[in-house]
């Protein structure tokens, strides 16, 4: 029963990453009670509602297909619940000591791509067992026949099998891993900057060197421009500071990373690898002035870095079943 199996890993695909809002995330985090959030229900009824809609387009109905899919809701509320209130524990608490030394596990608990790693594979892995609950499960021979057929070339999925494995890759492709990139830019960021502010303080003060000490001392990019008047004996200090805003958290950045990664599969598939250097110089210009601050540079490498390595291999195993 692989087939089932798939179509259930696109649903919560689907209904994680694709219809899930920003507004819906929130509110399932917020609890009337220790255990109950009605948020977090109604996430999982459009899982179970976008289930049952992919389970009859895509297969014959079977009597069985119910009550899998509410077990699998009700494990898919356990697993969020436990999740969120791991996260809104551990997470501060690790942040908040003074280790004297840290080892690489205290890194790992305080990092929300831990906690989203074990929440998709955990996920993923409540669907297998409930499957195999009811001997619905996919046997190792369909599991390796699929990675082969997927892995190898002139080797495609034949009919509906097609549509489902082309689907979980293209919700992989953008929305999954604008979320995944997202969560991983946001441990890696140090100070999330919500505004974009672009500003000009002249100062005339006698005390400008321990300012100027301050200024450089501050992480954030701050031009100075000094200027003197030898007339008046004036000291005029300028500062030009620009706070640019933060795209893991921007709806701007997270559709054009979508896009980035669409036209990066778009290349691939056509062979087109002069498209992928234009779409980073065309990127790269719309962002040249925040260059001048390193840490911003620093952090838009890595994220660029991040959606070729993803859109490069999505796109990859998409051109191998074409």
């Known amino acids: 029963m692989l087939k089932l199996f798939l179509i259930l890993l696109l649903g919560h695909m689907i ?11 929130q509110n399932k985090r917020i609890f009337t009670h220790s255990l109950y959030s009605k948020g977090l229900l109604f996430h999982c009824i ?15 109905w079977q009597s069985n297909i119910l009550p899998i899919i509410v077990i699998i809701m009700a494990l898919h509320y356990i697993i969020d619940l436990v999740k969120i209130k791991l ?38 892995l409540s669907i297998y067992l409930v499957l195999a609950l009811f001997h619905a499960h996919p046997s190792r021979n369909e599991i390796y026949s699929l990675f082969k057929t997927i892995s190898m070339e002139n080797q495609m999925l034949a009919g509906d099998m097609r549509l489902i494995v082309l689907g979980i890759l293209f919700v992989l492709l953008t ?14 960021q140090e100070q999330k900057v919500n505004d974009e502010i672009a500003s000009t303080l002249d100062f005339q003060d006698e005390n400008m060197e321990k300012l100027k000490e301050e200024i450089h001392l501050a992480k954030t990019d ?3 421009n000094e200027s003197y008047q ?13 706070k640019y805003s933060n795209t893991s958290e921007s709806s701007r950045g997270k559709y054009i990373g979508i896009l980035e990664r669409i036209l990066i599969a778009i290349f691939v598939v056509q062979n087109l690898s002069q498209g992928l250097a234009l779409l980073i110089a065309m990127k790269t210009l719309t962002r040249f002035k925040q ?26 195993v998409i051109h191998l079943n074409l």
């Open 46 to 60: 459009h899982h179970m509602v976008l289930s049952l809609i992919l389970c009859f387009i895509f297969m014959e």
């Open 87 to 124: 996260e809104n524990s551990i997470i501060p608490s690790f942040r908040s000591k003074q280790w004297e030394k840290k080892y690489w596990l205290h890194h790992l608990l305080e990092k929300n791509t831990t906690y989203f790693t074990f929440d998709q594979l955990l996920h993923g």
């Open 291 to 316: 260059f001048e601050d390193k840490d911003f540079a620093e952090y838009y490498l890595i994220g660029t870095l991040l959606s070729l390595i993803i859109g490069i291999a999505v796109a990859w």
């Open 175 to 188: 929305y999954a891993s604008a979320y995944l990139i997202a969560v991983i830019m946001s441990d890696l």
């Open 15 to 25: 209904a994680d990453f694709v219809i899930q809002t920003k507004y819906m995330n």
């Open 222 to 224: 701050i031009v100075i």
């Open 230 to 242: 030898a007339k008046d004996d004036n000291y005029t200090l300028q500062l030009q500071y620009q």
